[in-house]
């Protein structure tokens, strides 16, 4: 049996060691060896839990003890993960985890470390919950040219959005009810203010080109200004809002775009369909085409789903490296400025000559779906930093909102 150590009992976690129970014989199937989770590291005690007696609060008990040989850090953020992450690798213990913001401030880091002491670092969880993406990506992919990566990549406002297209629902009250099904970080902010779909996407795009994309580097908005104005608008024209993550890369044209942002997608894009708490992400390969990856992108055992994946994986490779291609190596991004698109407006009526005349060749959006006194358009395709420009000309501006293909 090998055993393991998981280290923080929230959702995640407990849905690993749960996981592992229920889905045994499907483990051992693949890992004859079985995997036995021997100590569960968290600051609290749960002495309901059947899991009890494997709860210990000192890390080092886990580090000193030669037949841990994979770690589940499941903690969430930076610290204590990542020194205990660190010190593991170290030792020549695998570690998998869930934790994206360790993987995008640390991931190049840990993974050199894993290397050199012939252990791993895997992360298929870390992005898009239950969806096998990082494996994906890492193999069977490997021989493409990724130039584009759209993705749903955060099941909380993925949820929020759909909750509010579908009913009369306060942004706090749907909020209230992600949260209550597990799928909100600890603060939620991370998840509304777009901070969580913004690291995930600078992995996937780490993953794409093989160097560091830092999330710091890449602009990111969330949802909080969405209003159900929008959204009813949103659907007039046959769209929806969804926060996507974006990349972009033209090698001939050396541009390299990633953004983190809300976009009003068409009907006619696989994403539109992608509802709740599921999460979807979009891959175009220079010869593959384009392949979707779909399923939950936050919960309970979809995401355990992921991290036990790897435990599995690790414990089959054990004195051994598997390999990701992801340098320290910055990856320089383009002036988000000089990116072009087209947007939806939302003014005052009062404004509306100005709109035209300003964004010649602009169309008026659904009239009649928003108060009497909007003036609500889409523009001609526009470099960002213009638009930005241009939109400082009026003086009651409601919304403006990205408009994707
Ligand atoms: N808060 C995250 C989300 C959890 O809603 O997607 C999964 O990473």
């Not at 204590?80 to 030792?91: D, G, I, M, Q, V």
């Not at 990724?146 to 706090?172: A, C, K, P, V, W």
């Not at 709740?276 to 399923?295: K, R, T, W």
Request: glycine residues 8%.
């Amino acid at each position: 049996m090998i055993k393991a150590a998981v280290l923080g009992f929230g959702t995640v976690g407990s849905g690993v060691v749960e996981l592992i129970d229920i889905n045994r014989e499907s483990i051992d199937r693949r890992l004859p060896e079985g995997i036995e989770v021997k100590y569960i590291l968290d600051l609290r005690d749960f002495p309901d839990s059947p899991y009890k007696d494997r709860v210990v609060h000192d890390f080092n008990i886990i580090l000193e003890d030669p037949e841990i040989k994979v770690i589940c850090e499941t903690m969430g953020g930076k610290e204590p993960a990542y020194t205990f992450s660190k010190k593991a690798l170290e030792k020549g213990i695998s570690v998998c985890t869930s934790n994206k913001e360790l993987v995008a401030a640390h991931g190049p880091e840990l993974l050199k470390i894993a290397a050199e002491n012939h252990c791993s670092y895997l992360f298929e969880a870390s992005v898009g919950g239950g969806i096998p993406i990082i494996r994906p990506m890492n193999v069977s992919l490997a021989p493409e040219s990724i130039t584009q990566i759209i993705g749903i990549l955060n099941g909380t406002t993925n949820y929020m959005m759909t909750r509010m297209e579908h009913e009369e629902i306060s942004f706090d009250e749907v909020l209230r009810e992600a949260q209550s099904k597990g799928y909100a970080e600890k603060n939620p902010e991370a998840d509304i203010e777009g901070h969580d779909a913004c690291r995930k996407i600078a992995i996937l795009s780490s993953l794409m080109c093989g160097k560091t994309v830092r999330y710091e580097d890449i602009p990111c908005e969330g949802i909080s200004s969405i209003s159900m104005t929008d959204v009813a608008y949103a659907r007039s024209i046959g769209r929806a809002i969804k926060l996507l993550g974006i990349s972009e890369r033209d090698e001939k044209a050396g541009t390299f775009y990633v953004r983190t942002a809300p976009y009003m997608v068409p009907a006619s894009h696989p994403l539109h369909g992608v509802e709740g708490v599921f999460n979807a992400v979009f891959v175009h390969g220079n010869l593959l085409d384009n392949v979707m990856f779909y399923g939950r992108g936050a919960g309970k055992f979809p995401t355990a789903s992921a991290v036990v994946s790897d435990m599995v994986d690790c414990a089959m490779n054990i004195g051994q490296n598997i390999p990701v291609r992801w340098s320290d190596e910055v990856m320089e991004l383009s002036d988000p400025g000089s990116k072009t698109g087209r947007f939806f407006v939302r003014v005052a009526a009062s404004e509306k000559d100005k709109a035209l005349d300003l964004f010649e060749g602009c169309k008026q959006a659904a009239p009649g779906c928003g108060p009497e006194d909007d003036f609500a358009f889409v523009t001609p395709p526009v470099a960002e930093a213009a638009f930005a420009e241009l939109l400082k000309q009026f003086s009651d501006v409601r919304s403006s909102i990205r408009i994707l293909g």
